[in-house]
């Protein structure tokens, strides 16, 4: 048994030395300036340049048009990952409930219909969504960043099956209560998925703030850019003989990475206790 | 407080399979009616027809003078205490309380006094700032009683409230009811398929089987003359021995031709007797005294502490049948039993429709 659990722990050892060796080494590296990381490649002790770095990525502008820095793109994530996040459940949770507590015709079909969505992935469709979000006007705002892509079948698919296993008698019973459709979801619905919304705030909160395609194809202001496709901007200002800002890279990438793993770790503690407490 | 009265009232699913077939019971105000039978009679989707969570096919619901067939269920003015309790998990138990209160727009002094007075009739008041799942099974119990209570409706509906408890509990909160149920003085419909709930809890019984009523009557009026063979075998624990019997020269023969001595056939061929087991005398000798006598041999005795079951079978194999003697009695298996049936005890039922006798 002893020695099982010592095993155990060697492996949950290796596993979290290769996934976070990566992470502390970006954090160590971006602690340099650049030219130390030109001539010696990655830095694997903390370097003084940390203050300097963090503060030039945040609020110096750079880009080509001297217009953007790494808080506007910061700010530009949250926007998508939040508007992403809560638009997704706020489409899903409604699309579920119309699907399981009313009748109409094709109820059914309309569910595998969102259901087979899953089918097609924005990459699939992304043509003709581009076309249409550009007809409307939507290119380089929030809007046409957050809206084609809030639709969610995972999301409907989630709430349809925690909404089927809520016991009939709750809705006779608010019935009786007279409460009518809004006020039984409002009332009793959405708090008893309180747990279940947190779990998907999670997800989808990282999902939109990772979002890189399609961000990348509808902004072309700089001032909309998102981070995770900031970082790749700052890379390609390769000028003349300059060096490449790969400390600054660094320091947005760790930035990037901060917002969601804050997510996870205050939400986590909620889903837990969602988990556990199981009646309905 | 109302009258309910349900006039031919049908209910068919998917157009082809009829739950209810066209069933009139008049309840009166004031009136604790149980409806009983075995799964699948009838009696919930009569009850939910009565709330306004089904539909009624066919007939027509009155509570009081108003026909409620397309009234909302929050506007039938009823309240209906559920077999899983149906509690909001998430809402205090004041709120619980409070809930259909607040959906009606009351003010908020009156909520408090209405909650406060319930919380104060089912001892819960200690419990108000608790959520569901920190109670009991009985004290959840009380709470979904309590959000009937503050409706303050014409009647309520219970939906086989104390199938979820223990069984000491159950026999606790039986009494509670009726209790309850005779103070506040509010008309009561009441679901159950035990039919031992039903005997103690009813001013009426209603007996459904198979969407129809079997008989209507007060408990002891349905356990002395049941209607049918269904009534006789569902009413009553125990069940009463049924025994297929057929006329022959002298009286009446069982199926397997075992004659009975001292019974009549009312002028007919074949019929069905039934005896409750505690109506079984054991005598000491063949044809002593009045009525119908059986010979049958011990297979079984089974102690239950204020009585013993014996179940017996005749000589020549057949129908099993219990008889019910004191808990002193000794018998051992394989025992000679002459048994005797007093005349008044014995039920007669028509040997196709099964239907009583007189």
Known sequence: MKKLQISDHIILLLGVFFMVTPVVLAFLTSTHDAITIYKEGIQFTPGGEFLENYETVLFEAGGFTKEVNGFV???????????????????????????????????????????????????????????????????????????????????????????MSVPD???????????????????????????????IFIIMFVYGWNQYLWPTLITT?????????????????????????????????????????????????????GLVESDK | MATITLDKVRKVYGGS?????????????????VLVGPSGCGKSTLLRMMAGLEEITTGEIKIGDRVVNNVDPADRDIAMVFQNYALYPHMSVYNNLAYGLKNRGMAKDEIDRRVKEAA????????????????????????????????EPAAFLFDEPLSNLDAKLRVQMRVEIKRLQHSLGTTSVYVTHDQLEAMTLADRLVVLSGGNIEQIGAPIEVYDKPASTFVASFIGSPAMNLLKVKADGNGLALATGTGLKGANVKGRDACTIGIRPEHLEVVSGPGEGEGIHLEASVNVLEPVGAESYLYSSFADGGDEILVRVSSHARHEPGEKLYLRAAPENIHYFDADTGRRID
């Open chain 1, 169 to 199: 008698e709750l809705l006779e019973a608010a019935r009786i209560d007279g409460a009518g459709p809004w006020k039984f979801f409002k009332d009793i619905l959405v708090p008893l998925s309180q747990t279940m919304i947190a779990a």
């Open chain 1, 221 to 273: 202001d700089e001032s909309m850019f998102t981070l995770v496709r900031g970082i790749k901007q700052i890379l390609q200002v390769w000028v003349g003989a300059q060096i490449p800002d790969f400390n600054e890279a660094m320091a947005l990438a760790i930035l990037a990475i901060v917002p969601p793993v804050l997510i996870v770790v205050i939400f986590q503690s909620w889903f837990v206790k």
């Open chain 2, 17 to 33: 399979v009829e739950a209810v077939k066209g069933v009139s019971i008049d309840i009166a105000d004031g009136e604790f009616i």
């Open chain 2, 120 to 151: 104060r009739i089912l001892e819960i008041g200690d419990y108000l700032e608790r959520k569901p799942r920190a109670l009991s099974g009985g004290q959840r119990q009380r709470v979904a009683m309590g959000r009937a209570i503050v409706r």
């Open chain 1, 73 to 163: 793109m910061l700010k530009n994530s949250m926007i998508l990952g939040l508007g992403f996040a809560v638009g997704k459940i706020v489409i899903s949770m409604l699309a579920a409930y119309a699907i399981v507590y009313f009748r109409f015709p094709m109820a059914t079909l309309c569910f595998w219909v969102i259901f087979s969505t899953l089918l097609l992935p924005l990459e699939v469709r992304i043509l003709p969504s581009y076309e249409i979000v550009q007809s409307l006007g939507m290119v380089n705002t929030y809007s046409g960043l957050i809206v084609p892509l809030i639709a969610s079948a995972t999301g409907t698919f989630f709430f349809r099956q925690f909404f």
